[in-house]
């Protein structure tokens, strides 16, 4: 069966610190990837989403960036972190082609930058 | 292009009382329709999803919703809400793009 690891499940970063946040998929190959951020009192903000290796879309300008070195990691990161990049962080996955099929969604990290 | 509405950013219900929660949906094809459910400080978790077929879908937990193409809405419903239930939904739709675009979030609070 597939699976979904996001860490770490919480974090509290200083402002102009950098940032990490790896999510990797077990079980599939050549899985769609979407990084998602949850301000509080908001919906869900796509930020990334890719198709392959090294493949990365971005869905708003910010301060954030994101890498897939490998078919199933998916990594969100930052130079320098904002207090405005606080929020709940989602990584996901879809089979590519099986519209059918929603997102399996990670557990979710929790940054409060500081 | 796909967007979806939901009416309601909060909604209180008593335990044991019936549980609605509104969706309505823009898409430019026939669209595959889902339910989420989040608890606090965890990711989406899959309550059900309407794909083509029948038109009223079951979920887990007793959730229920029903599509209906004439008036581009896909309610959740519950009959009898338990304290458990208490917790964010999110409807989303998906069109051919495969991406998946989600509402706003509905904050379900159950009242004892």
């Known amino acids: 069966s597939q699976t979904i690891h996001q860490w770490p499940a919480t974090l509290v970063q200083p402002v102009g610190s950098p940032l990490s946040l790896e999510c990797t998929v077990e079980?599939?190959?050549?899985?769609?990837l979407y990084w998602y951020r949850q301000a509080a009192g908001r919906g869900l903000q796509l930020l990334f989403y890719s198709v392959g290796i090294g493949q990365i879309s971005s869905e708003v300008p910010q301060n954030l960036s994101a890498s897939r070195p490998q078919d199933r990691q998916f990594i969100l990161s930052s130079k320098k972190l904002l207090l405005s990049d606080s929020g709940f962080y989602l990584c996901a996955w879809s089979a590519p082609g099986q519209a059918n099929y929603g997102y399996t969604f990670g557990s979710g990290t929790r940054l409060t930058v500081v | 292009a796909q967007s979806v509405t939901q009416l309601g950013s909060h909604v209180s219900v008593s335990e044991g009382a019936l549980v609605l929660l509104r969706c309505n949906y823009s898409s430019s094809v026939p669209p595959y329709l889902f339910w989420y459910v989040q608890y606090p400080n965890q990711g989406l978790q899959l309550l059900l999803k309407?794909?083509?077929?029948?038109?009223l879908v079951k979920g887990i937990n007793g959730f229920e919703a029903e599509f209906k193409k004439s008036e581009t809405s896909f309610h959740l419903t519950k009959p009898s809400a338990h304290m458990s239930d208490a917790a964010e939904y999110f409807c989303?739709?998906?069109?051919?793009?495969?991406?998946?675009?989600f509402g706003t979030g509905t904050r379900l609070t159950i009242i004892p």
């Open positions: 079980g599939t190959s050549n899985p769609n």
């Open positions: 989303a739709v998906r069109g051919g793009n495969e991406k998946l675009t």
């Open positions: 309407y794909t083509t077929g029948a038109t």
